[in-house]
Nanobody, 125 residues
Framework: QVQLVESGGGSVQAGGSLRLSCAAS????????MGWFRQAPGKEREFVAG????????QYADSVKGRFTISRDNAKNTVYLQMGSLKPEDTAVYYC??????????????????WGQGTQVTVSS
């Protein structure tokens, strides 16, 4: 499995922006559909965004659509999540994940076999 390490988390005020990065090693990130998930305190882990192997297709949770953008640079073995117009309800640990299955499959966390350690994002009002 690919190894994933997230970075870029931090504390911001509501309305601010933050960019998360996911650096991959062990296998080229181009082998995988990539996704971002998040888990808030006391909540279940939820899907945030996904991107196809070549980066041509994306999928977003309704809660972040229009505010977040997922992208990838396969040459750098890195996936990004640009977060804008942040809200307090975006506060969570954000996880990068890799999915070896085909694009178009459901974006459930069970489909993602490799996970990073997570990076904390805190949005204050």
């Amino acid at each position: 499995q690919v190894q994933l390490v997230e970075s870029g988390g931090g504390s911001v005020q509501a309305g601010g922006s933050l960019r998360l990065s996911c650096a991959a090693s062990g296998r080229t990130v181009s082998f995988y559909v990539m996704g971002w998930f998040r888990q808030a305190p006391g909540k279940e882990r939820e899907f945030v965004a996904g991107i196809s192997r070549g980066g041509g297709s994306t999928q977003y949770a309704d809660s972040v659509k229009g505010r977040f953008t997922i992208s990838r640079d396969n040459a750098k073995n890195t996936v990004y999540l640009q977060m804008g117009s942040l809200k307090p309800e975006d506060t969570a640990v954000y996880y990068c994940a890799a999915n070896g299955g085909p694009w178009g499959a459901t974006m459930q966390d069970a489909a993602f076999g490799s996970w990073g350690q997570g990076t904390q994002v805190t949005v204050s009002s």
